[in-house]
């Protein structure tokens, strides 16, 4: 059975990444601590956006990724070893990704609820059950 995810391609990340500031990359990254120190093909935010990619492409090969979404910077060699790309993960750690998370929840769960008011009141999640409860006489 295909899910919503196996649908998912580069275009669509490209879209998704556009309405992703790079300023939160950038604050994610700043925030926890994480920075390049020195010049790398793989930097901390290009490596980021690598992992936004690896969970929206989940059935790509990472290196495909990286080559897709343009995340290498240029070198005089041209190729990215593989071998670089897991090495990048495990120096990014998880605590930027986690901070970009938080944020971009908390920003766009705010703005939904804002645009999809029903009555009046913010929505945050609707389950599909329905409960019925007796009137209650109104306050004086």
């Not at 939160?24 to 992992?51: D, F, I, K, Y």
């Amino acid at each position: 059975m295909l899910t919503a995810a196996d649908y998912i391609g580069p275009a669509q990340v490209n879209n998704i990444c556009s309405n992703l500031p790079a300023e939160w990359v950038e604050q994610a990254l700043a925030a926890t601590g994480t920075a390049t120190l020195r010049r790398r093909r793989l930097p901390a935010e290009q490596v980021m956006w690598l992992v936004l990619g690896m969970a929206l492409m989940r059935d790509r090969p990472i290196e495909e990724i990286v080559t897709k979404l343009d995340l290498a910077l240029p070198d005089a060699n041209g190729a990215t070893a593989r071998s670089a790309i897991p090495q990048a993960r495990a120096r990014l750690g998880d605590e930027p990704m986690q901070w970009l998370f938080e944020r971009s929840a908390q920003v766009w769960s705010t703005q939904s609820a804002d645009a999809h008011r029903y009555r009046g009141l913010a929505v945050y999640g609707i389950d599909g059950t329905t409960l019925r409860v007796a009137d209650t006489p109104s306050s004086p």
